[in-house]
């Protein structure tokens, strides 16, 4: 009984400590769509600015094979520069704290377009929101 009561503790406060180790500049391993394993998110940007309980999570996603036919010409997009989600739907989704990387500027570009714009959240996992936009990229 004592083992089940520390490992509940430990549970407890390893989620607490979760929701405050998220820092921009981290890159992350996540739950992937099949054959882009290699992917992975960089945090640009956490906003506590908004009115929700919910932070806003700007991220940049690298490695993906998405296709795209938004040309006219079928080519296959590797990353994404901005997609703002929702925290609470993909911190399922994170696997491991790969490293950190400097934010620059021109990372930061999508972020000043989509405020001016106002510019919507994904709310659903991340491997969720990258199929989504794919089907977005070739819809004829």
């Known amino acids: 009984m ?7 503790l430990s549970l407890l406060s390893f989620n607490a400590m979760g929701a405050s180790e998220l820092k921009a500049g981290q890159i992350w391993e996540y739950k992937t769509r099949k ?3 290699n992917s992975r ?6 906003d ?7 932070r806003i999570l700007h991220l940049r996603i690298l490695g993906l094979k998405m296709k795209s036919n938004l040309s006219g010409q079928p080519r296959v997009i590797e990353g994404l520069g901005h997609v703002p989600t929702s925290e609470k ?24 377009q989509w405020k001016a714009a106002k510019g919507g959240v994904w709310s659903q996992g991340l491997a969720q929101t990258i199929s989504t936009i794919e089907e977005s990229m070739n819809k004829k």
């Open 2 to 8: 004592n083992r089940l009561i520390i490992g509940f």
């Open 35 to 37: 054959n882009e394993e």
């Open 41 to 46: 998110i960089v945090i640009l940007k956490i």
């Open 48 to 54: 506590t600015e908004n009115k929700s309980t919910d």
């Open 89 to 112: 739907k993909i911190r399922a989704d994170l696997i491991k704290l790969v490293g950190t990387t400097p934010i620059t500027e021109d990372m930061l570009e999508g972020i000043k």
